[in-house]
């Protein structure tokens, strides 16, 4: 199956820089990567994704970029603000159709400070 | 929008009890799926149930069965609790054929002393 990694486990910046979340994949017919955000004490949420015959998209302050030559997609997120402190998951999807379902990875805890 | 509710907030259970979570959305959608969430350890998918009476094993069935009698319900079953079993339960649902966005709920947190 799926096997999907994420670096780095736990992320501090300053308010205003760069965040870079990086993952990997192993299961090269995945085909759908979207990212989740879960805030202290709520739900996941979707955040943003990305389809494999796509190369970048971006929405905002955030964007994700694949590579699917090796099988690797990041989240960026610029100008942080301390509302982005939140858990980040990432996620690939097997299967096709009725039975896909989603591979996250081990998350990334995002940390703004002031 | 999209609301998808999960029968208890904070549940304690001693060991060998048998425990239902239960998990409800109203928006009609086909899949539905429970994962258990552990620090370290991400997002972890347990059974999901791609309509009615149907039902697929994801990554960490051990331990655990579900029941999908109407499109709308969807149960955890804990046959016999275990400590190991303590944990963060998460239930989401998603429109069949979109591979797009899984509503989840807000999670149950189950003890199990």
């Known amino acids: 199956g799926e096997n999907v990694e994420q670096h780095p486990s736990t992320l501090s910046v300053q308010e205003g820089d760069s965040a870079v979340i990086k993952c990997t994949y192993s299961d090269s017919a995945s085909n759908y990567f979207p990212w989740y955000k879960q805030e202290l004490g709520k739900r996941p949420q979707l955040i943003i994704d990305?389809?494999?015959?796509?190369g970048e998209k971006k929405d905002q302050r955030i964007a994700v970029t694949l590579n699917k030559t090796a099988k690797h997609f990041s989240l960026h997120i610029t100008e942080t603000q301390p509302e982005d402190s939140a858990v980040y998951f990432c996620?690939?999807?097997?299967?096709?159709?009725?039975?896909?379902?989603?591979?996250f990875g081990t998350g990334t805890r995002l940390q703004v400070t002031l | 929008d999209v609301k998808v509710t999960q029968s208890s907030r904070y549940l304690v259970k001693r060991t060998g009890e048998k425990v239902f979570l239960e998990c409800v959305q109203d928006?009609?959608?086909?899949?539905m799926f429970w994962y258990r969430q552990d620090p370290g350890l991400g997002l972890r998918l347990i059974y999901f149930?791609?309509?009615?009476?149907?039902?697929e094993k994801g990554d960490i069935p051990e331990g655990y069965s579900v029941s999908r009698e109407k499109k709308e319900r969807f149960s955890l079953i804990l046959e016999s609790a275990s400590t190991n079993q303590t944990s963060m339960y998460l239930c989401a649902s998603r429109r069949q054929g979109t591979r797009g966005e899984q509503y989840f709920g807000p999670g149950t947190r189950l003890t199990v002393t």
């Open positions: 149930s791609y309509d009615v009476k149907m039902k």
């Open positions: 996620a690939a999807s097997e299967g096709t159709g009725t039975a896909s379902k989603l591979t």
């Open positions: 990305i389809r494999s015959n796509v």
């Open positions: 928006m009609d959608h086909e899949n």
